[in-house]
Structure formats: structure tokens, C-alpha cells
DNA sequence: ATCGGTTCTGTAACTTGTTCTAGATTAGCG
DNA sequence: CGCTAATCTAGAACAAGTTACAGAACCGAT
């Protein structure tokens, strides 16, 4: 009996639905893994104590994320959507394209900058996932792209160029992230760096004037 | 007891000569992790097999390596190094510094191929690791600058844009290594997204004023 | 309200990275 | 050579991610 509730199934098998009270555990789960996260990074991010900080049993927290990793690119995905939301209530101010993408990116990074460790545990888990997080992962790459691609304002659909410079502009943004949060590379210089792969943008086949 | 030799500074520099015994302990460790790297990746990295293999004890792999990533890392320079010697042996042809690096990289992704398993070890190591590790993933990228710039053929030295430029074409190298061993990008992809960075390096010319 | 299957809980066990300890071995030096 | 400090070995112990399992609680359908 399969009713049409709004129900597509483009990739994942099936999130079977949740009851209320799983939907709470959820929140509370990832909450939690927010909250530790923010105090010590990823290491303080330890799963027994996400459990009871979410009064959830362990075996529930392996139920509903599979891992360490799962849970802290999920958490990455909830706080990618709130950023991407907030970032569209301003868009940026610049008329380049480039210069828009690098505005938008330095508001995130600046974002992340009041939530160091949160940011650790997030990157750390995303750029350590292995192939059985694939699909989560994308996810929280197609967010990124959704992001940079709003940021670039393209009435039209991009040109395949195009796609080609914003996935170059990711790489850098996560790898920059990394460098800093490692402590190898200073504020100023991931603005270098996310200022200087945003060139890569004026140099794509442009929209054509009209 | 307090000799003017510098004895167990906790700081980087002085590495104390090794004997002759422990070099070949090193070498031992390194190739066991490489060996293990390559056959299973990350995962199959296990230090109690690494210190059995290359007949050591545990205490000492440690005295040796402080972390698994500390030997992940440092397997990655001594990789690092042969591929670099090797590569300048047969410098890239085309005319283009831009090419030049792409071809460089590309040579070095083909590597990479033939030994997906060992490049998994090496990259989540390199990407995961925290600020404990940050002098040596700090040679490690060096290295990677160092091959970069041979590429390039510069007589004279960089300006600081062609610096960014070579920072943000690592960056893209890095992340995109990590796409592609966790299976989200296919090789065509990777090379793509390595050709496209690569179209920094015309726009920093240092003898083109605009 | 009751039944049957699923989910959740509490807890123990297992895995692998890491640390610790006591004793054997080695290196450097007089 | 013989001494002393450093290093190495073997093994236990600890920490945190992960798995396993028995019983309680919950959900949906009858």
C-alpha cells in the first residue's frame, strides 16, 4: 500500500520513517555531538558520552548514526544547513563573481573561527571518512557546492567550466581548513589562499553579457 | 648527569645520530608500514604487526614513531623523497609551467594508482593528522612544494602570488586524492579538477605585468 | 486491550591504539 | 675489560570505538 506521501527515493534505501520520539532522539544525538564537539573537538566527541549526554544507550546512538564518523558528518550537514540559510538571508555585497564566492567563504571561515573545535571535529571526520560514508559525505559536498554556486549568483545553470572551478574551490576551502586548524597556516593565509583560487572563477567561460 | 649534549629535549630540532643498529630498525618499520599500507590501507596498519613484522618491540616502535600517524606520515616522506629523485629524472616536456605541473602531478597520481591501498594510508594520515604531528606534515608539504616548483622550471625565484598559487594547486591535490580514494571522484575527474588549478600558475606570471 | 515484531536499554566483551613496567641488552667510556 | 646510562624486549594494562546480547519498552494491527 504505498501511499503518496512525499516520499523519493533518488538515492538512499529508504529512510523509513520516524516516529516523533526517534526524531527527538535524533536532535538530542546530534545536539550533544555539537555541544562535545564545541568544548574539545573531535576528541572529545567519545561515544559513550554522547550517548548519555543524549540519555540515549549506546547501542541506539550505533542504531541511528553507524559511527564515530557518521555522526560527526552528520553533525557537519545540520550546521551546514543552518549556515546556508543564514548566508542567504545576506547575500554578498561584491559584483565579481569570484570576489562574491571569496566574500561568502571568509563569512563561513569567520563562523568557524568562533567554533575551532567544533570546526576540528567536523573537517577531521569529513576528510577521515572512508567509502562506507560516501554518501553522507557527498551530501556535505553538494551543500558546499549549493553554497559557492548561490554565492556566485548564476541566474542560468552553470557552464561545465564552471562546475570544474567550484569543485577546485572546494578542495582548496577544505584543505585550507585543515592547514589552519592543524595550526600549520594563519587566518591571513587561508584568506590568501580562498582569495586566490576565486580568480579560477573570472577566468571560466563567464556569463555572457547581456 | 646534565652533559652539554642536548639529551631529551622535548622540542623538534636535534634528531641525535642514530647508530647503525637503530637506522636499520627505522628502515625495517618504514618498509613493514608500507608493506601493511599496501596491502590493506589505513586500516590494515595495525602497530602490533607493524612492530612484529620488522622485529621490534612494541615499546620501541613507539620510542621510534610516537603515533600511528607520526609513522603514517613519515612513511608518506620516504615515498615522498623517492618519487621526487624520481621524478626529476625525467622532468615533464611540455612548454607551459602550468602543464609542466599538471603533467608532474599527473605522473605522481599514476603513481598513486598502482598502489591505491599505500596512497590511502598516507593521505587519511596526512589529512587527519593534529597539531602533534605538525613539523613533520609540515616537511611533507615541502616535499610537495619543492616537486611543484621543479616543475615549474623557475630559474630565478617565485613571486609571492606564484606561492599562493602552488599552495592552493597542493591543496587541490590533496583534496582531490581524497575524493577519489574514497571513491566520490573518478580518475578522469581527478585529473580535470588538477588541469583546471593548474590554469593558476599563466595567471601569475611574473614576468607578465598584466 | 492484546499480541508480535521492532526498537531501546544496560551491560559486557572485543579490538586496536597507546602507555607502563621490570628485566635483559647494548653503547659509550674510563 | 668493567661500569653506567640509555635502549630494547616482552607483556600487562588502559582507553575509546565498536559489537553482542538479554530483557524491557514501544508501536501498529487485530
Redesign the interface.
Known amino acids: 500500500m504505498g501511499h503518496m506521501t512525499s516520499e523519493h527515493r533518488p538515492a538512499l534505501p529508504a529512510t523509513p520513517p520516524l516516529t516523533e520520539r526517534q526524531e527527538a532522539r535524533r536532535r538530542r544525538i546530534l545536539h550533544a555531538s555539537a555541544q562535545l564537539a564545541g568544548r574539545g573537538g573531535?576528541d572529545a566527541v567519545q561515544m559513550r558520552e554522547v550517548a548519555e549526554l543524549s540519555n540515549v544507550a549506546l547501542g541506539t546512538l550505533y542504531r541511528y548514526f553507524p559511527s564515530k564518523i557518521h555522526l560527526l558528518v552528520a553533525t557537519m550537514q545540520d550546521q551546514l544547513q543552518h549556515m546556508h540559510t543564514t548566508l542567504r538571508k545576506r547575500p554578498p555585497t561584491e559584483s565579481d563573481p569570484g570576489a562574491r564566492v571569496a566574500q561568502t567563504l571568509m563569512r563561513a571561515f569567520r563562523a568557524m573561527q568562533r567554533e575551532p573545535h567544533l570546526a576540528d571535529a567536523m573537517v577531521?571526520a569529513l576528510?577521515?571518512?572512508?567509502?562506507s560514508?560516501?554518501p553522507e559525505?557527498?551530501t556535505v559536498?553538494r551543500l558546499t557546492t549549493a553554497i559557492i554556486l548561490d554565492a556566485m549568483g548564476l541566474d542560468s545553470a552553470a557552464t561545465p567550466?564552471q562546475l570544474?572551478?567550484v569543485?577546485?574551490i572546494?578542495?582548496?576551502w577544505?584543505?585550507?581548513l585543515?592547514?589552519w586548524l592543524?595550526?600549520?597556516a594563519s587566518i591571513a593565509?587561508v584568506k590568501?589562499?580562498i582569495e586566490?583560487?576565486c580568480?579560477?572563477i573570472e577566468?571560466t567561460g563567464p556569463q555572457r553579457p547581456e
Open positions: 573531535f577531521r576528510t577521515f571518512a572512508d567509502r560514508v560516501s559525505v557527498d559536498s567550466e570544474s572551478a569543485r577546485v572546494e578542495h582548496t577544505h584543505s585550507a585543515i592547514t592543524s595550526g600549520r593565509q590568501i589562499d586566490t583560487v580568480r579560477l577566468l
